[in-house]
C-alpha cells in the first residue's frame, strides 16, 4: 500500500466515524453509552465472578471495523472525481461477508454472556453502529455512489 492509500483509508476511517454526528445515531449511542454505564455500575460485571475470561472475546467485534474500512480503501476510488470505478462484486461480498459475520458474533455475544446481558447488549449495539458506518463509507468507496 502506498501512501495515497494510506492516507485514503485514514480519510475512510474518519468518515465512518463521521456516523456519530446523524442526529438519530448520535442520541442512540448517547442512550447506549448512558446504559453501559448503568448497567456496569448495576451489574457489576468484574465482581462477583460474573465476568468470565472469554467474555473479554466480545471486543474481538472492533477487528471488523478496520477491516471493513481497509476493502473500502483497497478497491476504492482513490479520486472521487473522476468516473465511478467498475463495482467489484468480490469486495461487496467481502464487506457483507464481514457485516453479517459481525452481526452473528454479536448475537452469540449476547446468548453467551447470561448475567451480563444489559451489558452485553448496550456493547455490541454501539459496536455494529460503528460498524454500520464503516460499512457504508466502504460500499460508497467501492461503487463511486457518495452521498
Not at 34 to 60: C, E, N
Not at 78 to 107: C, G, Q
Request: net charge positive.
Amino acid at each position: 500500500m502506498n501512501n495515497d492509500t494510506w492516507a485514503y483509508f485514514n480519510w475512510l476511517l474518519l468518515m465512518s466515524l463521521d456516523i456519530v454526528k446523524l442526529p438519530m445515531v448520535g442520541w442512540a449511542c448517547s442512550l447506549l453509552t448512558v446504559g453501559l454505564v448503568v448497567s456496569f455500575a448495576w451489574q457489576r460485571p468484574f465482581g462477583d465472578g460474573h465476568w468470565k475470561r472469554y467474555y473479554s472475546l466480545v471486543l474481538t467485534q472492533f477487528v471488523f471495523f478496520p477491516a471493513l474500512v481497509a476493502v473500502g480503501a483497497l478497491y476504492g476510488s482513490i479520486n472521487p472525481k473522476h468516473a465511478p470505478p467498475p463495482v467489484n462484486h468480490a469486495a461487496e461480498m467481502a464487506i457483507n461477508t464481514l457485516f453479517y459475520l459481525s452481526l452473528t458474533l454479536s448475537v452469540f455475544w449476547l446468548y453467551r454472556m447470561k448475567g451480563l446481558r444489559w451489558f452485553a447488549f448496550c456493547l455490541v449495539t454501539l459496536q455494529q453502529i460503528f460498524l454500520v458506518g464503516a460499512m457504508a463509507v466502504a460500499h460508497m468507496s467501492i461503487t463511486g455512489d457518495w452521498i
